[in-house]
RNA sequence: GCCGGGGUAGCUCAGGGGUAGAGCAGCUGAUUCGUAAUCAGCAGGUCGUGAGUUCAAAUCUCAUCCCCGGCUCCA
């Protein structure tokens, strides 16, 4: 057998006299990364790393400080999980069990027997004792007769399916134990590197992700290589639930949901709308800047103008239902979008080349009918407010204006100090065409014009079929929410087929008509959505601009209310917003109350700031910052009050 | 909508066939205080809702509503 030459990330290169395993090039670096090392990069690919090498490669030895090698570990975990089921639950069948961002997952069905949460510590001490086994995750090509064959005696129809959609010659099995399943691998060398283990949640999930299958019992779960990694992730978990905006809106009084009103329809709290008018402010000044016209349009709208939008035959039956009137037997629905109303007031007047673009912006609120089971917090709901506009222009217009908005929604972003979004082209899912209207030719064009318009702005992109809306492709940022599940905000449409439906038109500088192109546009996305996000991202800890109350008078006894008093009304005059707790109580009770609610100031008045006409200034989470003259607190602070622009 | 879990005072939660509990919040009184909880008293619940089993149901059964975790969906 001739030599095999490994090339490492560094460049360099290892000779090896024969074919050559991932553990022994490993060992040929050093002990302690043979002895981390879960799995080998072998040019591109992941491997075992007890797969022979017989041929000259670029390899990268992955640890569980790689993605790829918790990946694998994560994946080795999962087989761990069904081996254990298997030993617990004799007959379970096995779907997929795939690693995951945050652990891994394994698809069962356990025929008619209830699992619920209590039956995940069973499991989990079964998994504990079969990973002390140390058994080694073994591989093996099997020919797709012979695998469909051992399947169909096990009795595992979910794999012998999946088996049916692969190519013979390229199925491979791995065994640890007493367990074998369908896999591609790779896998860590043995099971004995799984330390700590623990079952998260479980919870029902389509075979295949089509709700018209069975659902099966989905078993998630996370795994580390010690022990202590794990308490560190349950403690990161924990940290995460106290920023639950859902949590947090109900402690600081920000929104609300009543059975009565209904699901998914939420109540704004005082200091919630506070908050929301805030923004809205900001966005109105930021749109007066880049040359929106606001607009007002009610919240209801014929039902023609849906079927004309193409709304009704998409959506009728998934909406809200058409409410009647009594005598003229008309129809309307609750709009669930807002462009058909902005495309008739497009339509008002003739419109001249000369007159576009078209920037009508308004704060729009729609009803959708969501799933009961889709509901969330303020994320998910069924009434919201968009800040919707609609960018009437020329096609020679769209993708500078295109770029305008991508600017926008970066200063939005900037501005509220969202640094982790994903920049994501939502594209046509390529395999059903007949989910969308509108011909390829523009479809292609206008893919092509988001993709510019990010590139022309340095954006990193992700490109995800599929998530296009049916009348056009979008530019979307998405956001992590606390819990690590990822929500769209702002978002970016062109649409080439609402003005063909409305039939929009201008008079061109030939003295023709022509039709103008749509940009739909979102930066916040909806308020609902975007105020969630934000309490999440800043725990509640809202910038000072934003702030429902910024500040908090407190006397250090009944003696300095007056005082007290004065100084509210002093900065209230400036516009700051904040309240006197003029409570029969010790000052340090009252400090504790703000700080609980997180008011950013507490200005602390006693004897002293009464005489000298002082403050004195605490900084939330912060602490005591000095006397300072009440003049002197509002002009040093002023600009941390302003809005920023 | 589907699978699983849950709903007890305004909030956070205990109780699991035999008189409904705590802490915090609230109210009243005392206290007038210098940087994260002053003290005392009082009040507050048809145990989500509706049926059923039982001498007796917060507790067991069923249905239903809402909430939570996922799945599917998301103009």
Known sequence: MSQVNIT??????????????????????SEGLARNALAIEVNGEIWDLSRSIQQD???????????GGKYTFWHSSAHLLAEALEALYPGVKFGIGPPIENGFYYDVDLGDRAFGEEDLLAVEKKMAELAKANNAFQRSEVSKADAIGYFTQKQDPYKVELLNDLADGSITFYKQGNFTDLCRGPHIPHTGLIKAIKLTNVAGAYWRGNEKNKMLTRIYGITFPKQKELEEYIHLLEEAKKRDHRKLGKELELFAFSEKVGMGLPLWLPKGTILRERLEQFMRKAQVKAGYDPVVTPHIGGKQLYVTSGHYEKYGKDSFQPIHTPDEGEQFLLKPMNCPHHCEIYKVKPRSYKDLPIRLAEFGTVYRYEQSGELHGLTRVRGFTQDDAHIFCRPDQVKEEFVKVIDLVLFVFKSLGFENYTAQVSLRDPDNKSKYIGADELWERAEREIQEAADERGLKTVAVKGEAAFYGPKLDFMVKDALGRSWQLGTIQVDYNLPDRFELEYIGSDNQRHRPVMIHRAPFGSMERFVAVLIEHCAGNFPLWLAPEQIAVLPISEKFNDYAKQVLDTLKDRDIRGFLDDRDEKIGRKIRDAEVSKVPYMLIVGEKEAAEGKVAVRKHGEGDKGALLLSEFASQYASDFAMPS
Do not use: M, Y
Request: glycine share 6%; no cysteine; net charge positive.
């Open 57 to 67: 490669a670029a390899i990268r030895i992955f640890t569980w400080n790689d993605k």
């Open 8 to 29: 490492l990330p560094d460049g360099s290169i290892r000779t090896f006299p024969s074919a050559v395993k991932g553990i022994e090039i490993a060992q040929s670096i």
